[in-house]
Nanobody, 116 residues
Framework: VQLVESGGGLVQAGGSLRLSCVASGSILSIKAMGWYRQAPEKERELVAAVSNDGTTYVVDSVKARFTISRDNVKNMLYLQMNSLKPEDTAMYYC???????????WGQGTQVTVSP
C-alpha cells in the first residue's frame, strides 16, 4: 500500500484546510484509514480514523472542527479541518491498517502550520 498526502500549508487561525490522501497498491487489503499528527517535541497522536464499514473516530480535541471522510471509488481519504488553531500545527500523516490492531502503512506527511 502506498499513501500520498496533499493539502497542507500555512493558514491563519480560524481558517480551513482540507487534507487529501490517495492510496494505491493493495487497496483491497486495507481495513481502515486514518490521520495522525505529530508536532515538534510531542508524541504522534491519532486525529481521526474511518473503517471499511464507515465507522469513524475523531479525537475529542478536534471533534467539533475536523471531519474525516473516505471515497472508496477514488481510493481517497480526506480530513476537513475548520476553525484551525495554532495548536493544530503539526505534520499530518495518512495511515492505513491492513492488520488487526495497528496502522502499518504510512504516507510521507504534509505540514500544517497555523499562524496566530
Amino acid at each position: 500500500v502506498q499513501l500520498v498526502e496533499s493539502g497542507g500549508g500555512l493558514v491563519q487561525a480560524g481558517g480551513s484546510l482540507r487534507l487529501s490522501c490517495v492510496a494505491s497498491g493493495s487497496i483491497l487489503s486495507i481495513k481502515a484509514m486514518g490521520w495522525y499528527r505529530q508536532a515538534p517535541e510531542k508524541e504522534r497522536e491519532l486525529v481521526a480514523a474511518v473503517s471499511n464499514d464507515g465507522t469513524t473516530y475523531v479525537v475529542d480535541s478536534v471533534k467539533a472542527r475536523f471531519t474525516i471522510s473516505r471515497d472508496n471509488v477514488k481510493n481517497m481519504l480526506y480530513l476537513q479541518m475548520n476553525s484551525l488553531k495554532p495548536e493544530d500545527t503539526a505534520m499530518y500523516y495518512c495511515a492505513a491498517r491492513t492488520i488487526p490492531g495497528s496502522f502499518d502503512y504510512w504516507g510521507q506527511g504534509t505540514q500544517v502550520t497555523v499562524s496566530p
